[in-house]
């Protein structure tokens, strides 16, 4: 029983690492994308486009990571 604890336990340590990792992808993504709009308005469409679909990049591959983690567990 113990063991299952400690390997549920990790699992979620895993899940939060992989949540976590993804918070500072976006914010940082997200942050880069308003400072290029900033500095070229015209443009802004464009790199909309691209920071959703990197957003959403990185939205998968966390959420590849929490399921990974928690069939581990």
Same mark, same amino acid.
């Given at each position: 029983?113990?063991? =299952?604890? =400690?390997?549920?336990?990790?699992?979620? !340590?895993?899940?939060?690492?992989?949540?976590?990792? %993804?918070?500072?992808? !976006?914010?940082? @993504?997200?942050?880069?994308?308003?400072?290029? @709009?900033?500095?070229?308005?015209? %443009? &802004?469409?464009?790199?909309?486009? &691209?920071? !959703?679909?990197?957003?959403?990049?990185?939205?998968? &591959?966390?959420? =590849?990571?929490?399921?990974? %983690?928690?069939?581990?567990?």
């Amino acid at each position: 029983m113990n063991e =299952f604890i =400690f390997h549920g336990g990790l699992a979620a !340590i895993g899940g939060g690492l992989a949540v976590l990792g %993804a918070g500072l992808g !976006i914010g940082k @993504i997200g942050g880069s994308a308003m400072e290029a @709009i900033a500095r070229q308005p015209e %443009a &802004a469409d464009k790199i909309q486009t &691209a920071m !959703i679909i990197a957003a959403a990049l990185v939205e998968g &591959a966390a959420l =590849f990571g929490i399921v990974v %983690a928690m069939l581990q567990g």
